[in-house]
């Protein structure tokens, strides 16, 4: 039998992928779930995924998949759990998204020091479950570093096309108009911090009209 935390994590997500198609974050579990840590999220997920209720997809941050929902005799959430939208015991899985897309692959761009952005006519096939809405393209991940970020040298960043991004998300930032690299963003001040995911590097920081947001990380693929 599940518990009530787990039932209500497995039915948090189940919802979430059906609307969007995109696992929830860790944090939004978190927050969902009324939980005092990460950690508490971690033990749901583990315990889930012994029971084979979900399974974890190999090569992605945050990417799970609902294997199969409670059934009746399992123990249902408590009455007070306003934050998760019920979900019936029978409810229907969304299909697994087979279908695979083509996006433009842009050449090379750095995660360590920034280099020139190449634009090319290539196209990169991808998974469609890896892309969530909106307009994306790729980019070969060169350096070495967002290593700590499980961004290798050598992968390809999928990347949403947007001009804004949050504090902490890991963006494709033009610099002077000539450059580009991936890193984490952040404001410090006046100025715009680029953040390495490597100790061995250091912050960048630049002027705001000196940085242009050109996408934010969706996913990544990586070849054997």
Do not use: W
């Not at 974890?56 to 409670?70: G, I």
């Not at 090319?120 to 096939?125: A, H, I």
């Not at 961004?151 to 890991?170: K, W």
């Not at 490597?198 to 996913?219: E, S």
């Amino acid at each position: 039998m599940l518990t009530r935390k787990q039932h209500e994590l497995i039915c948090f997500i189940s919802d979430r992928l059906a609307e969007t198609g995109v696992s929830p974050s860790f944090e939004e579990m978190k927050e969902a779930l009324d939980l005092k840590s990460k950690s508490g999220v971690h033990r749901l997920i583990s315990a889930l995924e012994e029971r084979e209720f979900i399974r974890r997809l190999p090569n992605r941050a945050r990417a799970l998949e609902v294997l199969r929902m409670p059934e009746r005799g399992e123990r249902k959430p408590a009455a007070k759990a306003p934050k998760l939208a019920a979900t019936a015991a029978t409810a229907v899985l969304p299909a697994p998204a087979n279908d695979v897309v083509e996006i433009p692959l842009h050449g090379r761009i750095a995660a360590g020091t920034p280099i020139e952005a190449l634009e090319g006519s290539t196209m990169l096939p991808v998974p469609a479950a890896l892309l969530g809405a909106g307009e994306h393209y790729a980019l070969e991940v060169a350096g070495d570093s967002m290593v700590e970020a499980g961004i290798l040298d050598g992968d390809y960043a999928l990347i949403r096309r947007t001009e804004t991004a949050r504090d902490g998300e890991i963006v494709v930032a033009l610099i002077d108009d000539a450059e580009a690299t991936l890193k984490y963003f952040r404001k410090e001040g006046a100025m715009v911090r680029l953040d390495p995911a490597n100790r061995d590097y250091t912050p960048q920081r630049y002027r705001p009209d000196q940085v242009r947001v050109q996408g934010r990380l969706a996913g990544l693929l990586r070849r054997y």
